[in-house]
């Protein structure tokens, strides 16, 4: 059964990011811009993960062309990254964001922002596109600005937006050391 989750998890991403963004009427109606604007990221990175994993593309790509063939993410590494490592994170963010103070919503936004940045770096690297890049351009790079700038106009000051963008590049460090220890270990090609 939990290999179902960790192959599928993307289409339950999409489906449930969709719900959210209906939910997200609610929240609007019971709160203010900025935290209207730090929820809102959670669904659209489920839509942006739709375009970059759907059919296992994500993964595939990662391993041909970072492991030229070596298996540097797994299936249960995608999944990890993305169900803990987003949903989890950015649902957390939006909860202390709520209850303790709005300007953690920025790691978020700037996780948001980092991504697209490392889509549009890769993109131009390899002269191709790569999939997600299309979502990080017209959802990531907006919604994470907006983001920034709401939460700024509510939560004063550079302590957040240093630890924000902290935490931003730790999380896509993680995933690197994850792809340069799996090709270290020289693991089994890829499927």
Not at 14 to 38: D, F, H, K, P, Y
Request: with cysteine; charged share 10%.
């Amino acid at each position: 059964m939990f290999e179902r989750f960790i192959e599928n998890w993307v289409y339950g991403g999409a489906l449930s990011g969709i719900a959210l963004l209906i939910v997200a009427v609610g929240i609007a109606a019971q709160s203010g811009v900025a935290l209207l604007a730090v929820f809102l990221l959670l669904p659209i990175y489920m839509l942006h993960q739709l375009e970059e994993h759907a059919g296992d593309r994500f993964r595939r790509v990662v391993n041909e062309r970072i492991g030229g063939g070596i298996e540097v993410l797994t299936r249960f590494d995608v999944f990890i990254i993305n169900v803990v490592g987003v949903w989890g994170v950015f649902a957390l963010v939006f909860a202390l964001a709520a209850t303790v103070d709005v300007g953690i919503g920025l790691i978020a936004a700037y996780t948001t922002l980092i991504n697209a940045v490392a889509h549009t770096a890769q993109a131009v690297r390899q002269r191709s596109s790569n999939p997600g890049l299309v979502t990080a351009l017209l959802l990531f790079v907006p919604a994470g600005l907006w983001t920034v700038l709401s939460v700024s106009r509510d939560s004063p000051g550079w302590t957040w937006h240093v630890i924000a963008i902290a935490c931003g590049i730790l999380l896509h460090a993680l995933i690197m050391v994850r792809v340069v220890g799996n090709l270290r270990r020289g693991r089994a090609p890829a499927v």
